[in-house]
């Protein structure tokens, strides 16, 4: 089955700054691959998702990048702000007609004013 | 709000018991997940159903089943509860197939604590 690691489990940065979340999988045939942003006692919430036949996605201040070949993913969150503060998960879908999602660990993202 | 519903909010029970949790899915979803979420295991996947019949399984105990209705709602039964069970138990829907019908959508969450 599909594995995904995630680091790192914590991330501190100053309001302003720039965060960078990184996820490797293990199933080179995963072709979809979701972010959820998590706050306290609430439920995931998707941020942007990646298919595997683009490299990169943009959305205001967040965008994912995919790398097929070294089966990586990873989030990058611009000009952070305190409420980007959450637990963030990335995720992968292997292919094939069961589409369950295999979650990575989470980071808890902080960010000081 | 994601459009998927989850009753009850908050289960408290013994151990040794059984309880049901309900979903109800975005409207023209038809697929249905769930997955528990503890403090030391993260997000797990359990069981997926399309349409009313399952499709995938995954780290589900054999003391842990589910079923999907005609009208697509979605009950997960879990039984001899342990402690080991308490966790937040999340329902996600999704259209059902690929591409951008693929998106899971998660409901609110039922909080199970197991005294």
């Known amino acids: 089955g599909e594995n995904v690691e995630q680091h790192p489990s914590t991330l501190s940065v100053q309001e302003g700054d720039s965060a960078v979340i990184k996820c490797t999988y293990s199933?080179?045939?995963?072709?979809?691959f979701p972010w959820y942003k998590q706050e306290l006692g609430k439920r995931p919430q998707l941020i942007i998702d990646i298919r595997s036949n683009v490299g990169e996605k943009k959305d205001q201040r967040i965008a994912v990048t995919l790398n097929k070949t070294a089966k990586h993913f990873s989030l990058h969150i611009t000009e952070t702000q305190p409420e980007d503060s959450a637990v963030y998960f990335c995720a992968a879908i292997q292919g094939g007609s069961a589409r369950q999602l295999t979650f990575g660990s989470g980071t808890q993202l902080t960010v000081l004013p | 709000d994601s459009g998927v519903t989850q009753t009850p909010k908050h289960l408290i029970t013994a151990t040794g018991q059984r309880v049901t949790l309900r979903c109800s899915p975005r409207s023209g979803d038809l697929s249905v997940y769930w997955y528990q979420q503890s403090l030391d295991q993260g997000l797990q996947f359990l069981i997926q159903?399309?349409?009313?019949?399952?499709?995938a399984k995954g780290n589900i105990l054999e003391r842990f089943s589910a079923q999907q209705f005609p009208d697509l709602h979605s009950e997960l039964n879990l039984s001899s509860l342990e402690l080991g069970d308490s966790a937040l138990y999340f329902c996600a829907s999704s259209v059902g197939g690929t591409g951008t019908r693929e998106t899971q959508y998660f409901g609110p969450g039922t909080r199970l604590l197991v005294l």
């Open positions: 199933d080179s045939a995963s072709n979809y």
């Open positions: 159903y399309y349409n009313g019949e399952e499709r």
